[in-house]
């Protein structure tokens, strides 16, 4: 596993020209530049998360959290009442930054309920609380990714090779990832497994940043074109596909990166298990099935010139869904930290 941190949280030092603030991996620079970003202000946040420069629903979820213990940090001196005003107002903020990640709203509103059931007595002490808050966060999802590891590991053989879509590892969470964590602990157990990383059109997290953390972390990975799944699959090459979600409704369906509908039905085709990897936090209760979850449109230039190249005519209509809702029948399990599951 990369011991990169995509997102984190840097103490209070006495004399430190920062108080304690986020570092963000600016993951739109991979894979050829790695930047950190330090910060406290609301607007860069948002901004980060809105750019993908922290991306993956976990990662989101945590920078959240960080990002309104910021906020409370900022009102350390002020009444618990300001730091409360503050805590609501990153909230409502940082929630309009991507609609589609459900860890960002379940993280939302756990610092919100934690604030406002706290019983300090100083605002210090509720910011303080709050950072930890933020921390524990972190330190939890790190625990959640380690376990869907150790429980996908267990359905991984020696010289299986794994197919995924988009960036569900350690880039997208504090740490292993979803997705492909079990390929890191199945390494650690020994096992040799390899994967096939579909490149993920039109941010290309596949190529980037899955082909980039599995290279670090010396696990054997091909890239292919989205659109060469289909082949693969029928050339024998595939076992299982792996790959993580943002949002689970009740009914099993699951929201992940555009084009994971598709490869679950190819996987579907070619008798090839599929299987979604999640922390239980990504489960979206209030979703009763995948047509409750909204679902993210970005912007054309993303798609007629991503990485600054123009590569369809100025003008043309573009429509530019960035998830996909794969229905329960086409999932063989879901693998949370509590285990693996029907849909
Ligand atoms: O648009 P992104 O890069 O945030 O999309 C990320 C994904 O779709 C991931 O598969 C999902 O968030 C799970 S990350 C463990």
């Not at 409502?92 to 300090?120: G, K």
């Not at 530019?320 to 693996?340: C, S, W």
Request: proline share 5%; net charge negative; hydrophobic share 45%.
């Amino acid at each position: 596993m990369t011991d990169l941190k995509p997102i984190d949280w840097i103490p209070d030092q006495p004399d430190a020209m920062m108080p304690g603030h986020l570092r963000i991996l600016d993951q739109t620079l991979l894979p050829t530049e790695t930047v950190y970003n330090d910060t406290i202000d609301q607007q860069a946040i948002w901004h980060a998360i809105k750019i993908l420069q922290v991306r993956g629903a976990p990662a989101i979820g945590v920078t959240a959290a960080m990002g309104v213990a910021a906020a409370a940090q900022e009102q350390r001196a002020g009444s618990i009442e300001d730091v409360l005003a503050a805590v609501d107002q990153s909230a409502d903020y940082l929630a309009t930054s991507r609609p589609t990640a459900v860890n960002l709203f379940w993280a939302l509103e756990r610092m919100r309920r934690v604030a406002h059931a706290s019983a300090a007595t100083s605002g210090n002490e509720l910011a303080l609380e709050l950072v930890e808050e933020a921390i524990a966060v972190r330190d939890e999802d790190l625990a959640m990714c380690r376990a869907i590891g150790e429980h996908g590991a267990g359905l991984l053989t020696e010289g299986d090779t794994v197919l995924t879509h988009c960036n569900a590892g350690g880039l997208a969470t504090s740490g292993y990832g979803t997705a492909l964590a079990p390929i890191y602990v199945a390494q650690e157990q020994g096992k040799r497994v390899s994967v096939y990383a579909d490149e993920t059109r039109p941010l290309l997290q596949g190529a980037r940043l899955t082909a980039w953390e599995l290279m670090q972390a010396g696990v054997d990975v091909t890239v292919i074109c989205d659109n060469m799944a289909a082949q693969v699959m029928k050339e024998g090459r595939i076992d299982i596909v792996f790959v993580g979600a943002d949002r689970i409704a009740a009914n099993g369906d699951a929201a992940n990166k555009i084009g994971t509908y598709g490869v679950a039905l190819l996987a579907k085709a070619h008798n090839i298990p599929f299987y979604v990897l999640a922390p239980t936090s990504t489960i979206d209760p209030g979703a009763a099935t995948g047509a409750d979850i909204p679902i993210e449109e970005r912007g054309a230039e993303e798609i007629t010139e991503g990485f600054g190249r123009r590569t369809a005519p100025e003008g043309v209509q573009v429509y530019a869904p960035a998830f996909d809702v794969t229905p329960a029948p086409l999932i063989t399990g879901i693998i949370t930290e509590k285990g693996v599951s029907a849909p």
